[in-house]
Nanobody, 113 residues
Framework: QVQLVESGGGLVQAGGSLRLSCLASVSTFRIDQFAWYRQAPGKQRDFVARITSGGSTAYADSVKGRFTISRDNAKNTVYLQMNSLKPEDTAVYYC???????WGQGTQVTVSS
């Protein structure tokens, strides 16, 4: 059973930065693929970024050049570095183990203008 725990959300001004963390309790972490999604109030949950076991990454067009996904296999943790934040980035951010369909509880990111 996979458990995912996100942290690092908060309130930040436009142009600021935050780093989200996703701690995964799974023995196969180093061969697993993870992603970040986000959901703004009244909207669907949207893809943000993905990282494969080999370290390949993919991003939504809306965050390319501003967000960076990474992983630390020694710490069973996936990160999302978010720079140049905009008010439209405000959402609950979720980490997911894509092959098992497991989601974390989410962490709130609020960007003020």
């Amino acid at each position: 059973q996979v458990q995912l725990v996100e942290s690092g959300g908060g309130l930040v001004q436009a142009g600021g930065s935050l780093r989200l963390s996703c701690l995964a309790s799974v023995s196969t972490f180093r061969i697993d693929q993870f992603a970040w999604y986000r959901q703004a109030p009244g909207k669907q949950r949207d893809f943000v970024a993905r990282i494969t076991s080999g370290g390949s990454t993919a991003y939504a067009d809306s965050v390319k050049g501003r967000f960076t996904i990474s992983r630390d296999n020694a710490k069973n943790t996936v990160y999302l570095q978010m720079n140049s934040l905009k008010p439209e980035d405000t959402a609950v951010y979720y980490c997911t183990h894509e092959s098992r369909g497991t989601w974390g509880q989410g962490t709130q990111v609020t960007v003020s203008s």
